[in-house]
């Protein structure tokens, strides 16, 4: 490695983002300037444009442009105000309800739209208002937003693993999607914690929509029958045949169908049916309907539980069909996005939120978020065969390695620096230049790919909130109309949980690797 050629890559790299060239040019002219030094004109120009085009030549990229539109009908069919109420059911009841919700919703629309910006402002938009109204200070509405849109990077699916994949050499894409559970929800969790002291001490009241007493019945009630089939489910993975556990799920939906059928509409209870309607009521009726007196008797009448939950439900079965399929083997991740676009384009036009005409802004939205993502992955690509031309991976290895050959070291060590990334520099560059070089450090001593993949984007998501190129974080603020330097004091206790739950996913490996070793991928 030449100290020249470094340092020609690195200082103008920061020269050209410190003048505010977009980040995307400047690690194109950078690469193209260091290889100045070794190659002539001519051959520069045609080596960096071919090291573009072959980086984007790649089945696995051709995902992340279906993700963004499935992302995009997403945001536009009114998927976000249906998944808000669903949260609002299940967690509104608690001190500080509605930044609950927020953080629930972000995590399942993230999930859904594999967007932490969309997240921040589809979720964010709709919350705002009904914060604010509720006595919430519109700095810690903007800074619970922020903070809890990242967690959709990581839940699958998620577009920042898929280019992980292809960074890393091919890592499989399903179990990068599986192993991303744990760690999102883990983050989703201790972002809640903070978020419920700081309303307990703050006295933000609970959300009047729901009560804890009502909610927590209908959930309680329905308790028994989700254990009863998680139990069934764990022990059906013996069998052998595929068939016990299709047969399973069929008899699952089929008997949720039935019990919403049967408690759609009034009626009375008569003798012969209630044994049968005492055993669906606590069985799962509780969540979905409730008993009143009506003209003929004691009645059974749905719910607002139940029309939240079935509102959300469409929504919700997404994962189960993108990750059940990819898990199962019926699809790749790719075939999996192009599948997602047609049920969002379905389930749009079926809660009538979207028209004809409207897609058009929904495809033009599409196109340019793409272009953004792919002309980043472009040059990055190059950068990055650039610096392995330069043999830049391997010295850096090689200094790690001498300053210690303790993995908890290196691995505090690479946090550290993707870190300082973060800050300066967006994921999707982040993860094809440093994936390189930390992926065979981090292998030499023994860590996982998978592993090693989860930990780098969590990492990286907190650079998402953090000044100056925090995309999350101006969306945020934008949609939350506060100034950034109001929302990053309520941000700071936020970061310290992301933090944590960065330091227990770096150091606990089965943290990430649970998972995808239950599921064999």
């Avoid at 004109?41 to 696995?60: E, K, V, Y």
Wanted: aromatic share 10%; glycine share 10%.
């Amino acid at each position: 490695m030449e100290l020249l050629e470094v340092f020609i890559l690195i200082t103008s790299f920061l020269i050209l983002l410190s003048i505010g060239v977009p980040i995307a040019f400047s690690i194109g002219m950078s690469a193209l300037l260091t290889l100045l030094v070794s190659m002539d004109p001519l051959t520069n120009f045609a080596t960096i444009s071919q090291r573009m085009a072959t980086g984007l030549d790649s089945f696995a990229l051709l995902a992340i442009p279906f993700f963004i539109l499935a992302g995009q009908l997403m945001n536009q069919g009114g998927i976000a105000r249906r998944l808000i109420d669903f949260a609002k059911l299940v967690i509104g009841w608690l001190p500080g309800g509605l930044a609950h919700v927020n953080i629930i919703a972000n995590m399942l629309f993230g999930a859904i739209s594999g967007s932490a910006v969309a997240a921040a402002s589809a979720i964010g938009g709709a919350m705002h208002d009904p914060m604010t109204e509720e006595g919430y200070e519109p700095e810690f509405n903007a800074s619970v937003n922020i903070a809890s849109a990242t967690t959709g990077m990581i839940i699958p699916p998620s577009n920042i693993l898929i280019v992980y994949s292809v960074a890393s050499g091919g890592v499989s894409i399903g179990a990068l999607f599986v192993a991303g559970y744990l760690p999102g929800i883990m983050v989703g969790l201790a972002l809640m914690l903070v978020a419920g002291v700081a309303a307990y001490l703050r006295k933000y009241p609970v959300s009047h929509q729901i009560k804890g007493a009502r909610a927590g019945r209908r959930l309680m009630t329905a308790l028994p029958a989700l254990v009863v089939f998680g139990l069934t489910a764990y022990s059906a993975q013996g069998m052998d045949s595929d068939w016990a556990t299709y047969g399973l799920w069929a008899g699952y939906l089929a008997a949720m169908g039935l019990t919403i059928w049967y408690f759609w509409r009034p009626r009375p209870l008569t003798q012969g049916s209630r044994i049968l309607n005492e055993g669906l009521f606590w069985a799962w009726g509780g969540l979905f309907c409730k008993r009143e007196m009506g003209p003929e008797g004691d009645q059974i009448r749905i719910t607002y539980g139940s029309r939240t939950f079935f509102g959300a439900f469409p929504s919700l079965l997404l994962l189960y069909i993108v990750i059940g399929g990819i898990i199962a083997g019926v699809f790749t991740a790719t075939e999996a996005s192009a599948i997602a676009v047609l049920y969002t384009l379905g389930l749009a036009f079926l809660y009538r939120e979207i028209t004809i005409k409207g897609l058009a802004d929904v495809f033009l939205k599409s196109v340019s978020t793409t272009s953004i993502v792919m002309i980043l992955v472009a040059t990055s690509m190059a950068m990055s065969w650039v610096m392995a031309y330069e043999d830049i991976p391997q010295t850096v290895s090689q200094i790690l390695l001498t300053i210690s050959d303790n993995p908890i070291v290196i691995l505090l060590i690479i946090n550290l620096i993707l870190l300082v990334v973060g800050v300066f520099m967006d994921m999707t560059p982040a993860v094809l230049i440093f994936t390189p070089i930390f992926l065979p450090v981090v292998t030499e001593l023994g860590m996982d790919p998978i592993h090693f993949g989860i930990m780098m984007v969590l990492n990286l998501c907190i650079g998402l909130c953090t000044p100056p190129v925090g995309s999350v974080l101006f969306v945020g603020t934008a949609v939350a109309k506060v100034s950034i330097g109001k929302v990053v004091r309520p941000l700071l206790p936020l970061y310290v949980a992301m933090f944590v739950v960065l330091i227990l996913v770096s150091y606990v490996p089965q943290l990430s690797l649970w998972l995808p070793g239950l599921f064999g991928l």
